[in-house]
């Protein structure tokens, strides 16, 4: 299954989706010149002119670009969320010390930890009510699903693992696959701070918007359903703590309103 004919699924259940066929074209375009890359690893640089380099780069930007807008779309249209989870996860890999090549992939790999929701059964995805035992597996296999989508393509490898494993949690009760502490990849442990900073601070159907401060305590200190201690890796939470101000700041710059 293509990524193309994934998303040519989902505009059918979301007819005001505007992404034309020549987008869709475009976005199978990318993915086969992605593809193509675990094929041509052993190619040394001077064999690929940077002309072509340069047009598959541009064509991962929009493929990325493409995935993130849809997956955004279909869980329920929030606004600049991938953006600023993107900006989070970047400023947080520079904060706790990571290298330029870690940091620039976190920084367009982020957005796409939700993409296996465009996958999700719609009727489970859209549900008002609480789920049953089986729509909530449903709903968490969302991690599976946009593994299994991004992994095909060697250039999104973290995306890949970032998808897998953000709801994972530092004592080993997350999913899907009860990882705890450092076997958790350091991506998705950032992203997850970063994604859920971002969710308390959005209002959804389920929950108001929270100011900066409530959003920074319960991360910091937990609240009723959010043990901090138990869901984030420590080292990330007192970095996070010393540099909260500038999550609120890339808040207000990518604010929705």
Same mark, same amino acid.
């Given at each position: 299954m293509t990524e193309a004919f994934i998303l040519s699924e989902y505009i059918d259940h979301h007819p005001g989706l505007a992404i034309d066929q020549r987008d869709m074209a475009a976005v199978q375009r990318a993915f086969d010149l992605i593809a193509a890359d675990g094929e041509t690893e052993t190619q040394t640089p001077p064999l690929v002119p940077a002309a072509?380099?340069?047009?598959?780069?541009?064509?991962?930007? $929009?493929?990325? !670009?493409?995935?993130?807008?849809?997956?955004?779309?279909?869980?329920?249209g929030t606004g600049n969320h991938?953006?600023? @989870? $993107?900006?989070?996860?970047?400023?947080? /890999?520079?904060? @706790?010390?990571? #290298?330029?090549?870690?940091?620039? *992939?976190?920084?367009?790999? /982020?957005?796409?930890?939700?993409?296996?929701?465009?996958? @999700? #059964?719609?009727?489970v995805l859209g549900k008002a009510g609480p789920l049953s035992e089986t729509e909530r597996q449903e709903m968490d $296999?969302?991690?599976? !699903?946009?593994?299994?989508? +991004?992994?095909?393509?060697?250039n999104l490898a973290m995306a890949a693992e970032i998808a897998l494993n953000h709801h994972e949690k530092w004592d080993g009760t997350g999913y899907p696959n009860a990882l705890g502490g450092e076997d958790i990849p350091?991506?998705?442990?950032?992203t997850q701070i970063a &994604?859920?900073?971002?969710? +308390?601070?959005?209002?959804?159907? !389920?929950?108001?918007a929270f100011d900066h401060e409530t959003a920074r305590s319960i991360i910091i200190s937990g609240d009723a359903r959010i043990d901090s201690v138990g869901h984030f890796d420590p080292k990330l939470v007192e970095a996070f703590s010393d540099t909260h101000a &500038?999550? &609120?700041?890339?808040?207000? *710059?990518?604010? &929705?309103?």
């Open positions: 072509t380099v340069q047009q598959s780069k541009q064509e991962l930007e $929009n493929t990325i !670009y493409f995935l993130a807008r849809a997956a955004q779309i279909y869980d329920e991938t953006r600023r @989870v $993107n900006e989070y996860s970047f400023f947080l /890999a520079q904060t @706790v010390g990571m #290298d330029t090549a870690f940091c620039e *992939e976190i920084h367009y790999s /982020a957005q796409l930890h939700d993409l296996g929701k465009i996958s @999700v #059964d719609p009727i $296999n969302h991690t599976i !699903y946009g593994h299994r989508i +991004l992994s095909q393509s060697p350091l991506s998705a442990r950032i &994604d859920i900073y971002d969710a +308390l601070r959005t209002a959804r159907s !389920y929950k108001p &500038d999550f &609120d700041r890339i808040w207000r *710059e990518l604010s &929705d309103g």
